[in-house]
T-cell receptor, first 115, second 109 residues
């Protein structure tokens, strides 16, 4: 079982360019999430989606947008990249978002460098 | 906002025991999770506590005290492969996960 896949694995991007990070899950999970991980700060939630067709803002949403057209895919777009968006990006999914026992499972990550 | 604190680094010897503490202050509480993350890899789920007490899973155990806003992850019979970062995460009243910065555990031979 593939679980969650992310693409690309890594990317170097010029400041001002746009970029879409892809995330696909095959577990039929309702909820999906995007986090960024920076040294010393831990994982921070960027955007989330409780179910297909809905999205919400997390702790650090500025400069990012998401869409959830179907259950499996949850792309993250940087419209105009800035160096402070250099980070490792993790996509995660869980069966449902409104249960205390719900567990999030993470994809392998995308390492993004904005120069 | 949420406040989750855990030590930055810990070092222990192979075969020993290490306890990683996590204290938290969050808006509501709906469970506490521990994840393991090896360098360059994704976090993987280790344990979950929602009620006070100890949950044991083989060599790993996790404890929770909701009244004290405190948890610990206990790693017994340490192996070299246990060298990794351990992330404490709390599910708040809106069912969102907030993560601590992680504790890097180094196991020495």
């Amino acid at each position: 079982t593939a679980g969650i896949t992310q693409a690309p694995t890594s990317q170097i991007l010029a400041a001002g360019r746009s970029m879409t990070l892809r995330c696909t899950q095959d577990m039929r999970h309702n909820a999906m999430y995007w986090y960024r991980q920076d040294l010393g700060l831990g994982l921070r939630l960027i955007h989330y989606s409780n179910t297909a067709g809905t999205t919400g803002k997390g702790e650090v949403p500025d400069g990012y947008s998401v869409s959830r057209a179907n259950t499996d895919d949850f792309p993250l777009t940087l419209a105009s990249a800035v160096p402070s968006q250099t980070s490792v990006y993790f996509c995660a999914s869980s069966e449902t978002s409104g249960s205390s026992t719900d567990t999030q499972y993470f994809g392998p990550g995308t390492r993004l460098t904005v120069l | 906002g949420q406040n989750i604190d855990q030590p930055t680094e810990m070092t222990a010897t192979e075969g020993a025991i290490v306890q990683i503490n996590c204290t938290y202050q969050t808006s509501g509480f709906n469970g506490l999770f521990w994840y393991q993350q090896h360098a360059g890899e994704a976090p993987t789920f280790l344990s979950y506590n929602v009620l006070d007490g100890l949950e044991e899973k083989g060599r790993f155990s996790s404890f929770l005290s909701r009244s004290k806003g405190y948890s610990y992850l206990l790693l017994k019979e340490l192996q070299m492969k246990d060298s990794a970062s351990y992330l404490c995460a709390v599910r708040d009243g809106d069912y969102k996960l907030s993560f601590g910065a992680g504790t890097t555990v180094t196991v020495r031979a």
